[in-house]
Nanobody, 125 residues
Framework: VQLQASGGGLVQAGGSLSLSCAASGGTFSTYRVAWFRQAPGKEREFVSLISTHADNTYYADSVKGRFTISRDNAKNVAYLQMDSLKPEDTAVYYC???????????????????WGQGTLVTVSS
């Protein structure tokens, strides 16, 4: 599967952005989709994960209550709605996908074989 992330931009603190992850070349509904982010000088970190049919969602503690992950299997798209943004949310955001489910490893970037190119989110104070 090929992934393409979009929707990043510049926003003031407290604002909102919606990211999209468009998939092609695979059966999208069979993939778990995650969002990761990487700030300058930092390691890539887990943000959120959604199961194949959106039955389960998971969030990093740092974004819980502010970000919402969703997907539309009919359109082959996953989304990340980001509200109440903070300057510390500034990062390049990546969508990633995997076929298998393993709760123990779902927060590790190394366990996702498919990645989008990343979209930059900048939150100004």
């Amino acid at each position: 599967v090929q992934l393409q992330a979009s929707g990043g931009g510049l926003v003031q603190a407290g604002g909102s952005l919606s990211l999209s992850c468009a998939a092609s070349g695979g059966t999208f509904s069979t993939y778990r989709v995650a969002w990761f982010r990487q700030a300058p000088g930092k390691e890539r970190e887990f943000v959120s994960l959604i199961s194949t049919h959106a039955d389960n969602t998971y969030y990093a503690d740092s974004v819980k209550g502010r970000f919402t992950i969703s997907r539309d299997n009919a359109k082959n798209v996953a989304y990340l709605q980001m509200d109440s943004l903070k300057p510390e949310d500034t990062a390049v955001y990546y969508c990633a996908a995997r076929l298998t489910y393993d709760r123990a490893t779902m927060r590790s970037a190394t366990n996702y074989p498919y990645w989008g190119q990343g979209t930059l989110v900048t939150v100004s104070s």
